[in-house]
T-cell receptor, first 111, second 114 residues
Framework: KQEVTQIPAALSVPEGENLVLNCSFT??????LQWFRQDPGKGLTSLLL?????REQTSGRLNASLDKSSGRSTLYIAASQPGDSATYLC??????????FGRGTSLIVHP | DAGVTQSPTHLIKTRGQHVTLRCSPI?????VSWYQQVLGQGPQFIFQ???????GRGNFPDRFSARQFPNYSSELNVNALLLGDSALYLC?????????????FGPGTRLTVL
C-alpha cells in the first residue's frame, strides 16, 4: 500500500525566503506526482504535475522535482510572499490509478 | 471556462439522515472522483466514475454511493449519517480515467453532522 509523507508538517518563515517542501512515497512504481495548494476550508488548486518520465516541472516561482528511485519529490518556492501562505499537498498516482495524498505542509509566510 | 462546481457549499445534518452532494466537472472532462477530507488530513479517495461507470472505490462503507449522469455530472450519496462523516467532501474531474491525467478540484462541500 502506497504511503505518502510530507515534511515538515508546518513551516513559518519571513517574506522573501526560498523554501523547500518535501514529499516522500514508499512505492516507486508511480505514474505521476501532483502538487496542490489548499487555502483554509477551500478546495485544492493544482500547482504542478510531474509525469513519471519527467525529472522536474516549473511554473513561475515554483519548481518541483521528482526522484522515483529514492521515492522523493521536492517543491521549491522562490522568494516567498505572504500570499503563498496555505497548506501544500502532494499526491502520488500508482498502478491503481487512485491518487494517494500526504497530510500536507502548512506554510505561513509573515511580512 | 468554469472550473469544477459543487453544491451545496455547506450542509448541516443530524445523525441517521441522508445527504446528496452534487458535482459538475470541467466541460469536456469525462471522469469524476470523490474524496473525503477530515480536518488536518489529506483527502481520502471514495469513488471514481468514468463514462457513467464506477471505475474505482476506496475503503468506505456501503452507506456511501455515487453515480454519474449522461452529462458527466455526479452525485455522492451518504445514508445513515454518523458524526464521523463530518468532513469536507471534494470532487475532482479529469479528461479521462487514465493515470497520467491532471486532476482539477472543486471548492468542496462542508458537511457537518450533529
Amino acid at each position: 500500500k502506497q504511503e505518502v509523507t510530507q515534511i515538515p508538517a508546518a513551516l513559518s518563515v519571513p517574506e522573501g525566503e526560498n523554501l523547500v517542501l518535501n514529499c516522500s512515497f514508499t512505492d516507486s512504481a508511480i505514474y505521476n506526482l501532483q502538487w496542490f495548494r489548499q487555502d483554509p476550508g477551500k478546495g485544492l488548486t493544482s500547482l504542478l504535475l510531474i509525469q513519471s518520465s519527467q525529472r522536474e516541472q516549473t511554473s513561475g516561482r515554483l519548481n518541483a522535482s521528482l526522484d522515483k528511485s529514492s521515492g522523493r519529490s521536492t517543491l521549491y518556492i522562490a522568494a516567498s510572499q505572504p500570499g503563498d501562505s496555505a497548506t501544500y499537498l502532494c499526491a502520488v498516482t500508482g498502478g491503481s490509478y487512485i491518487p494517494t495524498f500526504g497530510r500536507g505542509t502548512s506554510l505561513i509566510v509573515h511580512p | 471556462d468554469a472550473g469544477v462546481t459543487q453544491s451545496p457549499t455547506h450542509l448541516i445534518k443530524t445523525r441517521g439522515q441522508h445527504v446528496t452532494l452534487r458535482c459538475s466537472p470541467i466541460s469536456g472532462h469525462k471522469s469524476v472522483s470523490w474524496y473525503q477530507q477530515v480536518l488536518g488530513q489529506g483527502p481520502q479517495f471514495i469513488f471514481q466514475y468514468y463514462e457513467k461507470e464506477e471505475r474505482g472505490r476506496g475503503n468506505f462503507p456501503d452507506r456511501f454511493s455515487a453515480r454519474q449522469f449522461p452529462n458527466y455530472s455526479s452525485e455522492l450519496n451518504v445514508n445513515a449519517l454518523l458524526l464521523g462523516d463530518s468532513a469536507l467532501y471534494l470532487c475532482a474531474s479529469s479528461l479521462d480515467q487514465g493515470a497520467y491525467n491532471e486532476q482539477f478540484f472543486g471548492p468542496g462541500t462542508r458537511l457537518t453532522v450533529l
